[in-house]
């Protein structure tokens, strides 16, 4: 089949079996041009939390259709492909987590959304790039214990002082490798630009920019900007987005190096075989899933 006859047939599987196609931000060009919403990781998890869609095929990584399932546990929910995870999830397993917890006894448990289901089980409250900040300001407890991402964490514990943030050592693979020197680089030959980064970078980049934000929010930031000329601190599939909403701006891409191969791993032809087949569907034990619906929906409570 051609990329049209796909598009045609992922129409027609999608209204048979009252699905909703969504997409994050770092997905190929054309799984955005065809999905009904795409978004951040925040956005998409309270769209899911609401369609009243029967299916939601998630064109993203493990950790963002778990957390659909977890909050729509009555809705089927498809990964279209199975081994797109995130690295950066990985990096904390909840009998690390658990280990970790009884040092510290007081500190309230936090985990970034980048985590299992099993991770948010044990977790008092989740957060994304988005509502980080406000999600600690929101925690009574001074002590907080932040899984996994340390730079996440590094860009909190700068906002928020008054909290005394316990680091796990995760990271992303795409963003925590670009070191400032690149950036410097990129600075240099683009000096009217100004630079938005994802706070997944390195605390030294974060220092640099004059925007940090969740992807959303650096789109949202270009949309609405004077200025012209940006350099692009996230995932390249951003770059989507922000040139067909602004084509009379100029996008420089931080690093060619702003690539997720997971997220890449979705395709059209994934999607078409998802809807055809109704794979990979979503399942999660029944306590686990309700012990971590409870950190994701004080997430949304918080906003
Ligand atoms: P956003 O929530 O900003 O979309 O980020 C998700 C992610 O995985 C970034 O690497
Ligand atoms: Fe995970 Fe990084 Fe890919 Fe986001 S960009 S899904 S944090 S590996």
């Known amino acids: 089949m051609d990329k049209n006859e796909l598009k045609q047939k992922i129409q027609e599987l999608k209204q048979q079996r009252k699905a ?6 770092y997905q190929h060009d054309d ?3 065809i999905a009904d919403v795409v978004g951040d990781s925040f956005a998409l998890s309270k769209y899911c939390a609401t369609t009243d869609a029967e299916v939601v095929v998630f064109c993203g990584v493990h950790f963002m259709a778990e957390s659909a399932k977890i909050l729509s546990p009555e809705k089927t929910v498809l990964l279209p492909e199975i081994d797109a995870g995130c690295p950066m ?25 980048n985590s299992s289901a099993e991770v948010k089980a ?10 980080a900040v ?24 700068k906002l928020v ?23 410097e680089k990129m600075k240099k030959l683009h000096p009217d630009a100004l630079l938005l980064i994802h706070p997944e970078c390195r605390p030294e980049l974060v220092e640099m920019a004059d925007f940090v934000g969740s992807t959303k929010q650096i789109i949202d930031y270009a949309n609405s900007s004077e200025n012209s000329k940006f350099i692009i601190g996230t995932e390249m599939g951003v770059l989507y987005k922000l040139k067909k909403e602004n084509p009379d701006k100029t996008f420089y891409l931080m690093s060619q190096g702003l690539l997720c191969p997971n997220m890449k791993k979705t395709s059209l032809e994934s999607v078409y075989n998802s809807l055809n087949e109704m794979k990979y ?8 899933r309700v012990r971590a619906a409870k950190a994701l929906e004080r997430m949304l409570q918080v906003g």
């Open 20 to 25: 909703v196609i969504v997409a994050h931000n």
């Open 122 to 131: 044990e977790c008092d409250v989740c957060c994304t790039s988005s509502n």
């Open 134 to 157: 406000n999600v600690i300001k929101s925690i009574k407890e001074k002590d907080i214990l932040f899984v996994p991402d340390q730079n996440l964490g590094h860009y909190i514990s």
């Open 89 to 113: 999830a990985d990096m904390v397993t909840a009998e690390a987590l658990r280990e970790e917890k009884k040092k510290y006894p007081d500190a309230a448990v936090v985990c970034y959304i």
């Open 281 to 288: 569907q979503i399942e999660l034990d029944e306590d686990v």
């Open 31 to 33: 799984v955005q041009e």
């Open 161 to 183: 002082p008054e909290k005394n943030i316990i680091f796990w050592k995760g990271f992303c693979i795409t963003h925590h490798k670009i070191k400032t020197d690149e950036v």
